[in-house]
């Protein structure tokens, strides 16, 4: 069983910036690819990033490359997500996941391919 803990949303002007965070109470972090998906109200939960168990193969949504960044410490079995050059339409509730995958370098880009999800962190864009 893996819990996550989201941090590091709020309330920002477009064009600000915030970084998230998601802590993972495993110590067998290093072993999962992460993600983080957001869902808007009335909205399906989408993906925003995805990061492989080894860190080194990333996968963005088209809305957020260049703007946002994913990162991997297993360190501090922590996932980021750097948000910059925010808009209004990434308000939103984000979410972080884990999920286990065959080999290392594997980037799961499908909700249903996560097992353990976070409570989430709401993100808020005011034009």
């Known amino acids: 069983q893996v819990q996550l803990v989201e941090s590091g949303g709020g309330l920002v002007q477009a064009g600000g910036s915030l970084r998230l965070s998601c802590v993972a109470s495993?110590?067998?972090?290093?072993?999962?690819?992460m993600a983080w998906f957001h869902q808007a109200p009335g909205k399906e939960r989408e993906l925003i990033a995805s990061?492989?168990?080894?860190?080194?193969?990333?996968v963005y949504a088209d809305s957020v490359k260049g703007r946002f960044t994913i990162s991997k410490d297993n360190a501090k079995n922590t996932v980021y997500l750097q948000m910059n050059n925010l808009k209004p339409e990434d308000t939103a509730l984000y979410y972080c996941?884990?999920?286990?995958?065959?080999?290392?370098?594997?980037?799961?880009?499908?909700?249903?391919?996560?097992?353990?999800w976070g409570q989430g962190t709401q993100v808020t864009v005011s034009s």
């Open positions: 996941a884990a999920g286990r995958t065959t080999y290392s370098t594997v980037v799961l880009t499908n909700s249903y391919q996560y097992n353990y």
């Open positions: 990061i492989s168990e080894s860190g080194g193969s990333t």
């Open positions: 495993r110590r067998t972090f290093d072993t999962y690819a």
